[in-house]
């Protein structure tokens, strides 16, 4: 079974940035499509961006223009770097792997899941 394994999260300022890697066990996402979630206290998981096994990109309307997601050059690893936070980025946030159909904005299309990384974001 695939593990996925979040890191890079902590504690920043408003304006901030934080780069949050997501790796397998098994060494292997490259040619996955690979998607990042967010869920805060209280809330629904909600979609934050993707990128597919040929590198096209996807982000939520929150993320665009300040979040990037990408691929290291092994695509072992996929990171997505977080500038310009703002308080309501806190969340613990979650790297998935695609099943491969369906809309990839829904956490029901992913498979394996990362036990997530706390993002808090002070004012």
């Known amino acids: 079974q695939v593990q996925l394994v979040e890191s890079g999260g902590g504690l920043v300022q408003v304006g901030g940035s934080l780069r949050l890697s997501c790796k397998a066990s098994d060494h292997t996402l490259s040619g996955f499509d690979i998607g990042w979630f967010r869920q805060a206290p209280g809330k629904e998981r909600e979609f934050v961006s993707w990128?597919?096994?040929?590198?096209?990109?996807a982000y939520s309307s929150a993320a665009r223009e300040r979040f990037a997601i990408s691929r290291d050059d092994t695509g072992a690893t996929v990171v997505l770097q977080m500038n310009n936070l703002k308080p309501e980025d806190t969340a613990r946030y979650y790297c998935a792997r695609f099943v491969g159909w369906g809309n990839h904005i829904y956490p029901s299309a992913y498979d394996y899941w990362g036990q997530g990384t706390q993002v808090t974001v002070s004012s």
């Open positions: 990128i597919s096994g040929t590198n096209n990109k």
